[in-house]
């Protein structure tokens, strides 16, 4: 059924009009000037066909078809309400949908969210492992991505992008010869894969077996070179690809995903 165009704005000048019988406080509520209540609500009976309004001496007073339709509008604005509210439910700002790598969850988002927690006292976080949900199916807040730019999003990215051949420490020169492949970073020119694996999460976890080298994002690697884990056998380079935090414009302009996107990248 084709929906009758409403008004709104004419209708909420109707409102305070009414509930204040005075155009010059219902200016003042609405931050407007007296002239324009007059032409909104000279505007809305010739829309409606019908005199809402008359003047007496007594002042501002409600026609019987104004008055008629009161109860309805204000329930209906009541409505209108809720229905905002429950759609920002889902926004709380307390509450964070993130999706990530779960390898790179692992090594550099987890300590960061714990910390930003830490800091911000009764935050909740959901995790969800495929980075490449759809925000809207998911309702995401934010994503992290491996990839060369935001594409359609606006983005931050995490850190230039760099990558290393890492293998682990002190590693016989067997396992240096080794290479272990993944979609994410094709092999040098010539380069024979000895161990395949399907995402970088992989990679990682065969190097610091010591299974072989493989070329990883140095973001990813970062603290386990800290920690020992991992050696550096060339680079840091310059890469194609660059950890993201990647959202759709609507979500940047949310307090919440400002504040935690200033605290990941300070």
Known sequence: MKRTHLPLNALR?????????????AADELAVTPAAVG????ALEDHLGTVLFRRTSKGLELT???????????EGFLKFEESVQAMQAGQASDRYTIAAPREFYAQWLAPRLAAFRKANEGV???LIENEN????EANLDLAVRLVDGPGELEGIELAPAQRVVVCAPQAPEEVQNTWIDWPGAPLPEGAKADIQVGNAGQALSSAMA???KAILPFLLVEEALGRGRLEVLE?????????WLVAPLPQWR???VKALVAFLTE
């Open 13 to 25: 000048v109707y409102d305070a009009a009414a509930r204040h019988l005075s155009f010059t406080r």
């Open 39 to 42: 032409q909104q609500i000279r």
């Open 64 to 74: 019987e078809e104004g008055a008629a339709g009161l109860d309805a509008l204000r």
């Open 124 to 126: 909740h976080y959901q």
């Open 133 to 136: 949900a759809d925000f809207t």
């Open 210 to 212: 010591g299974m072989g």
């Open 235 to 243: 680079g840091p380079d310059e890469g194609r690809r660059a950890y």
């Open 254 to 256: 949310q307090k919440k």
